[in-house]
């Protein structure tokens, strides 16, 4: 099993990401710079969080016309799998792997702090081993979380349960004080129409270990894992 | 010739950006403040002098990149 990471000018949890696969799960890693159009070999490819190109005129809006984004996308097509993490997320969105988009937190202030979210999609490959309505525990570090779409695309990936994550209290209420961000409906994950593309907001990659004092986050990168398996 | 694309929240998107100011407008005693919209303007400097061609040029380049039509309008206008 080859997780391949892509590394952004400005990614800057491209280390976490490969250190999960590698140290915490014994897998392969490879980084895949974003020039590259070779994802060598990767069995699943994850857009790590960061600042991708600074961040300028819109996250993640430069770095989907880097020449990595075209592979991924074919890749996606024929039912890889792919993990936008945070920033990565922005890109899958800008890049229109999945639908909507980001506006700056409701705030205005970048967040960053421990979350309560609910599982409400376990039949994706990075969430198959958390039991569906399941509440998970996992940081955010953001300033444009606040999720948006048309009203009528909200209503498609609610009605194809499309939303993976949802904010949430710890009891897995899912209330209006629960959202850091303004996310509409409190959505803070989505995946794509086939399920193989997800995107969140929340960092699995900063809470995968006992060391860090949380260690859920793990079990994002082990269904992947556990997913290939089967294939 | 100059071109400018102004690029800002569509009609209907909540603009967190937009109220603040409002709000901050209100609180420096600009009462007659009813609301803002905060946007971005790109002043393009463009090669050639067919200003139908640099209008098309730049409505695809808001289209491309400069706006993201998810969320936001924009309009293009040749300056000079």
């Known amino acids: 099993m080859k997780f391949g990471i892509v590394v952004f000018p400005g990614s800057n949890c491209d280390e976490d990401c490969h250190h999960v696969a590698t140290q915490l799960l014994g897998c392969e890693a490879e980084y895949i710079w974003h020039h590259d159009t070779d994802l060598k070999g990767s069995d699943a490819v994850i857009l790590p969080g960061g600042f991708a190109y600074g961040d300028y005129l819109r996250a993640g809006a430069l770095a989907r016309f880097s020449p990595v984004m075209e592979s991924v996308a074919s890749f996606a097509k024929k ?4 993990l936008g993490i945070c920033n990565g997320f922005q890109v899958l969105l800008e890049a229109g792997l999945l639908p909507g988009a980001m506006q700056i937190n409701r705030g ?53 349960g499309r939303v993976v994550f949802r904010y949430c209290e710890r009891d897995g209420r899912v209330t209006d004080a629960a959202n850091p961000n303004g996310a509409a409906r409190g959505i803070a994950g989505i995946c794509s ?22 260690d859920q ?4 990168f082990a269904s992947a894992v556990a997913a290939m398996a089967a294939r | ?19 603040a100011i409002a709000a901050a407008l209100g609180r420096l005693g600009h009462g007659t403040v009813r609301d803002v919209r905060a946007g971005k303007v790109f002043f393009i400097d463009v090669a050639g002098g067919d200003a139908r061609a640099a209008e098309a040029d ?23």
Do not use: W
């Open chain 1, 193 to 214: 129409r086939e399920g193989n593309v997800v995107g969140l907001m929340p960092h699995p990659d900063r809470c995968a270990e006992k060391l860090l004092g949380n």
């Open chain 1, 79 to 82: 039912g890889g799998p792919v």
């Open chain 1, 108 to 160: 205005l202030r970048y967040v960053c702090k421990d979350v309560s979210l609910k599982v409400e999609n376990d039949a994706t490959p990075f969430t198959s081993l958390y039991p569906k309505g399941s509440v998970v525990t996992m940081p955010i570090g953001h300033m444009e979380g606040n999720y948006t779409a048309p009203p009528d695309v909200l209503d498609t990936l609610e009605r194809d």
């Open chain 2, 58 to 80: 730049a409505k695809k380049m808001a289209e491309e990149l400069l706006a993201n039509t998810v969320i936001e309008g924009y309009d293009v206008r040749v300056v000079s």
């Open chain 2, 1 to 19: 010739m100059k071109v400018e694309v102004r690029v800002y929240p569509k009609e209907g998107v909540l603009d967190p950006q937009g109220k």
């Open chain 1, 217 to 220: 986050g793990l079990q994002m």
